[in-house]
């Protein structure tokens, strides 16, 4: 499929030093629409909704957000901390929506492993299911959601 005018407006905010410094894609060539469908397939392969994965990170971030700060521990296998910072982040799917830039880090205890979101990923998730690009330093890759934050 051909990109179209606004897919190419959308994914040169995507690129580094746009809206964030490493930008959404990563070392992805993929069309952006290939990259949503790409994940939507793997959605139904495994069994998940994008909305189910953007349930359990709001869930998880709003909880860290409601500990000011701390460190805590979920189900005993659920580390969260939010990191607050400054200011707003826009869609880059050209909403007239800004996001909070915060950032939780979230660590499951039982496979010691890492992932790191924000709202701005939340929402991408939600509503363009877009997960980032290949090797995008915030990817959430379905596969591992599933396995880490369920
Ligand atoms: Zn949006």
Do not use: Q
């Not at 499951?108 to 992932?115: A, F, P, Q, S, W």
């Amino acid at each position: 499929m051909k990109e179209t005018p606004m897919e190419m407006k959308i994914r040169s905010k995507m690129l580094p030093g746009n809206l964030t410094r490493d930008g959404f894609l990563g070392d992805d060539t993929r069309e952006l629409n290939e990259i949503i469908a790409d994940d939507e397939r793997l959605l139904t392969k495994i069994g998940i909704t994008a909305d189910e994965i953007a349930d359990r990170l709001e869930y998880f971030y709003d909880e860290a957000y409601n500990s000011f700060e701390e460190e805590i521990i979920i189900d005993k296998t659920y580390k969260i901390k939010l990191l607050s910072v400054r200011g707003k982040i826009l869609c880059p799917f050209s909403h007239p929506a800004g996001f909070p830039k915060g950032m939780i880090t979230f660590t499951n205890l039982k496979y010691n492993e890492v992932l790191e979101w924000t709202p701005l990923n939340i929402h991408m998730i939600r509503d363009h299911h877009f997960f980032e690009g290949r090797n995008s330093t915030h990817r959430l890759d379905p596969e591992i959601c599933k396995k880490l934050l369920f």
